[in-house]
């Protein structure tokens, strides 16, 4: 098991925005967590990468307790994240972009002589080309298309080599053909990169497309969790999202 | 305008030898008061850079560079005249102080973003100006300190000015070293989003202090230039004032480029002499400055010519402030 929570607990004011959260996850797994608005899918993220601090239970990532680390240390030990809204460096072009987060991985961010232009080249091409920004990496990365900009987002999370990468609605505002792309690519560095992925997403084709397992939150809680195809066929999962205004859920419950 | 352009971005290294070879014939070919200017518009330049090591590459907007600068001034000052200290401990001294108080200010600051970011270095500044305003027996109040023994040597004019412009080119070429590392390109990913960084195993507030600590040594030295070329020291090097000079210096010249604050100080210095020597308003003819700066160019002289010029020079355009994604 790469990752688990033990009753893990948040509530902001009033508001329980995650509660007794058990998570477990197997190394190389490929898990998605739906829910509806407001269900505490981002919270969930920023609970177990640090981001904000919990307030009981426990995260523990490869048998080690992280729950009350910073952020860079969590993300130093192999959690990578990308976020709902973008979060790029968007003044630096492409290549620095992910350069920056090499060097970090490298752990050459300290060295204060070395010129950065002729270091850590090769392995900062490597991951522009396997998220397929190399032909662009001169682009300044505020100036790069929406698609290309959640691309280069989610190489600067490769790029400090995570081993669990949590992936905060990766096709969110991307045309159809722009989304089927990137789930491909995801796919595909998964498996290349042998990552275990967690990812939220409310499009529901990337979801059973590609997931092994489906955690299914509402209102802070677990509702369900299992193979995407018990997912489907559960009746409290379909109540949940009978209001769904997408209708995607009805629709899939079609097929 | 095209060709002159390529001509000139691809002379660089022949443009700077030039700026060096006329920096070192300036005692030669000026009259003394040129010289003093020259060397004033050199230590800003420095001032200037260190200030933008933090503001344009790390993005801490600092409103109290002149509190580090005063401790420089002060350090040398006070271990020459009061501890007779040797002229090169007193120089060298004066950017680990400030290092030091530096690190301490910053420790706090770095705890804080944006807008109490800048009000807590403006009023740690104060804080030192406070110090130095009042405590006579030690810093001089008010009359701050006057007749600073430095060697003969440096009485000469030229002597010292030398000195400076060997310092200043020593200092510019270390900030310029720092700023093209990995941890200058870091300072840079700072800038454009903190919150980020920390998620690709950035200790932020370390990185953020780091900054500060080098941006104030530097000023420090600056300060400590100043200090033995004026041969005196006053209160007014840590004043709000001071700090708003160099702030300009940096929005003048433009802070996203290495040479922003060099050009900025020469701009500077040089309008601040003409105008005050026609006008009892100085002040007035900054003010507008500062608001067609902000309005019409916010990217200084430097970003402007960059901005127009690029897209001549690559064929590409950056992107300029106003219009940058998220």
């Known amino acids: 098991m790469i990752l688990e929570t033990q009753k893990l607990a948040k509530s902001f004011g009033g508001l329980t925005a995650v509660h007794d959260v058990n998570l477990h996850i197997q190394e190389g797994e490929l898990v998605s967590i739906i829910g509806p608005n407001g269900a505490g899918k981002t919270t969930l993220f920023n609970l177990l990468t640090g981001h904000i601090s919990v307030d009981s239970g426990r995260v523990i990532f490869k048998e080690k307790d992280i729950t009350q680390l910073p952020p ?165 999962v379909q109540r949940v999202y009978l209001g769904d205004e997408r209708g995607t859920w009805s629709s899939l419950l079609r097929k | 305008m095209n060709r002159l352009v390529t001509t000139l971005n691809s002379h660089r290294f022949l443009l700077l030898l030039v700026l060096l070879l006329f920096l070192f014939i300036v005692p030669f070919v000026m009259k003394e008061s040129w010289v003093s200017l020259v060397n004033e518009m050199l230590v800003m330049a420095l001032a200037g850079c260190a200030l933008n090591l933090m503001l344009g590459y790390t993005g801490m907007i600092s409103f109290g560079p002149a509190g580090l600068y005063a401790v420089g001034a002060y350090t040398t000052a006070i271990l020459l005249t009061r501890y007779r200290f040797p002229f090169a401990i007193a120089v060298i001294s004066a950017p680990v102080l400030a290092g030091i108080i530096g690190g301490l200010i910053g420790w706090f600051c770095v705890r804080r973003s944006a807008v109490y970011f800048a009000l807590l270095t403006l009023a740690f500044a104060q804080i030192i100006w406070t110090i130095i305003f009042e405590w006579y027996g030690f810093t001089g109040g008010d009359n701050g300190i006057v007749s600073i023994p430095i060697p003969e040597f440096f009485f000469t004019i030229s002597h010292c000015y030398y000195l400076t412009l060997t310092v200043v080119g020593i200092s510019l070429l270390l ?136 897209p001549a020079l690559h064929g590409t355009s950056r992107p300029s402030s106003d219009e940058e994604a998220q």
């Open chain 2, 175 to 310: 900030l310029w070293t720092i700023v093209q590392s990995p941890f200058g390109k870091t300072l840079q990913a700072i800038r454009e989003n903190p919150g980020r960084t920390e998620f690709i195993a950035i200790h932020l507030r370390r990185y953020q202090l780091s900054a500060f600590v080098l941006s104030s040594a530097f000023l420090g030295i600056a300060g400590s230039l100043f200090c033995i070329f004026s041969g005196s020291v006053f209160p007014d090097y840590a004043h709000w004032v001071k700090s708003t000079d160099m702030l300009v210096i940096c929005l003048l010249g433009g802070f996203y480029n290495f040479g922003g604050p060099i050009v900025g100080s020469a701009v500077y210095i040089f309008l601040s002499k003409i105008i005050s020597k026609e006008t009892m308003f100085w002040m007035f003819f900054l003010g507008v400055i500062i608001v067609f700066l902000v309005l019409f160019m916010r990217n200084g002289i430097v970003g402007f010519l960059s901005e127009k010029l690029a």
């Open chain 1, 72 to 236: 860079h240390a969590i993300s130093r030990m192999g959690i990578g994240r990308s976020f709902q809204r973008l979060n790029i460096f968007p003044r630096l072009s492409a290549f620095e972009n992910i350069q920056v987060a090499v060097f970090s991985q490298q752990r050459k961010s300290r060295n204060i002589f070395a010129r950065a232009s002729k270091l850590a080249r090769h392995e900062t091409e490597a991951i522009l080309e396997s998220v397929g920004l190399l032909d662009k990496k001169n682009v300044t990365g505020g100036l790069l298309a929406h698609g290309d900009q959640k691309r280069l987002e989610m190489g600067i999370a490769l790029a400090v080599e995570p081993s669990l990468l949590l992936l905060d609605e990766p096709t969110q505002g991307m045309s159809p053909k722009e989304s089927g792309e990137l789930t491909q690519l995801i796919q595909k560095l998964v498996r290349e990169r042998g990552l275990t992925l967690i990812f939220v997403e409310h499009d529901m084709n990337v979801v059973f497309g590609i997931s092994d397992s489906i955690i299914v939150l509402h209102q802070g809680k677990i509702l369900f969790e299992g193979k995407p195809d018990k997912v489907r066929k559960n009746e409290e």
